[in-house]
């Protein structure tokens, strides 16, 4: 279905490389809606200065994540790929909607209490107010979709409220945006191949844990051959078996089989089959993306390049929104 019409916004946060289980929930599909939507995706830096970062790895993590970004395939000629402090109406939109959004509504938000005990030496003003940054970074291109995960569901909710309230006070100003729940993966979502359990992080303090979009084919393999399963050695997918059912989740979202046919062509063979078959398959998937990574990476000031005309593309959508709020507001005309 073509939906050339709508504007699709998602905010990516530069805070470290993705992991297979981020390309699978969400990569994978902003691919497809490159094609039916106008997406932009920001890579939103100020969102993650709310905790406390070393400037220099920073400005390589942010550059890290877009050239990643773009291996994956996602394509600056198709959408408006950039980074969030380049474009200045992010915070002046996000200081108007602080003074509609109660003090008691962001206190409720369960990833800001999570987030103040994990940090509890930096319970800082941004990390409370961050939901609102991300509010503006959504209402300043009348966006209509949001895809979003679980832990997201509260802050675009918020969103919501906000276009809906300042619109109610000030007149129609904003799209109310919907979100969107992307498909999981046949099998559900991908675990931790240590704690299967667990969802896979790219934070789990074990790198046994996850498997990284850059992680060496070697790696790859070892970490397979590594994943915590049952003894029973049967290959089948059941809620008893939580680590052979995420090798069998992933083994299917690297080869689109359905997993009742792995099951089949796995009957009467070992655990040591299919991890070494899983290893080599999602090695061999990354291989083409880490190579473009490798190509493109390197060439900072193209890189550069990009995120600035990005940028202006981004402003000249935003403006003309920060403009009318502003007016609605009832400040001056600016000269
Ligand atoms: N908070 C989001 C996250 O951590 C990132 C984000 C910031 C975002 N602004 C956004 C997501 C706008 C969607 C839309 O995943």
Redesign the pocket.
């Known amino acids: 279905m073509i939906h050339k019409q709508k504007t699709l ?5 530069p805070s470290g490389i993705l992991t297979i289980g981020n390309y699978i929930g969400a990569i994978r599909q902003w691919l497809e809606m490159q094609n039916e939507y106008n997406c932009l995706f ?1 890579l ?1 830096d100020m ?1 993650v200065i709310t905790v406390r970062q070393d400037p220099k790895l920073f400005r390589q993590q942010t550059l890290d994540v877009f050239a990643l970004y773009l291996a994956c395939g996602l394509d600056p000629n198709k959408s408006i790929i950039f980074a ?1 402090s380049h474009v200045s109406a992010h915070s002046e939109l996000a200081w108007i909607l602080n003074c509609i959004t109660n003090h008691g509504e962001l206190s409720r938000m369960t ?1 800001f209490k999570d987030k103040s005990q994990r940090h509890s030496d930096n319970v800082n003003v941004g990390l409370f107010a ?2 609102v ?2 509010a503006a ?2 209402l300043l291109y009348q ?1 209509d979709i ?4 679980d ?2 569901k509260q ?2 909710e918020l ?1 919501r409220n906000l276009a809906q309230r300042f619109n109610h006070h000030f007149g129609e100003t904003f799209v109310v945006p919907e979100p969107m729940i992307p498909k999981q993966a046949e099998g559900g979502r991908i675990m931790s191949l240590q704690d299967p359990e667990k969802k896979m992080s790219k934070s789990d303090a074990n790198q046994g844990a996850y498997i990284n979009l850059l992680d060496e084919p070697n790696k790859i393999r070892k970490k397979f051959k590594r994943a915590v399963t049952d003894s029973d050695n049967e290959i089948r997918f059941a809620e008893d078996k939580p680590g052979i059912s995420n090798l069998l989740t992933i083994y299917s979202a690297f080869t689109n089989k359905a997993i009742s046919d792995i099951e089949k062509e796995y009957e009467g063979k070992g655990y040591g089959a299919l991890k070494t078959d899983v290893g080599d398959t999602v090695a061999d998937f990354l291989e083409p993306i880490q190579q473009k990574f490798a190509e493109i990476r390197p060439d900072e000031t193209q890189l550069l390049k990009m995120l600035h005309e990005a940028a202006t593309k981004a402003d000249k959508l935003a403006r003309p929104t920060l403009n009318k709020v502003m007016d609605a507001i009832g400040f001056l005309p600016r000269g």
Not at 9 to 13: D, E, N, R, Y
Not at 146 to 149: D, K
Request: net charge negative.
């Open positions: 916004f998602s905010g990516i946060q920001s939103v969102h969030q990833q961050y939901p940054l991300m970074d959504i966006s949001v895809p979003v995960g832990d997201q802050h675009l969103a």
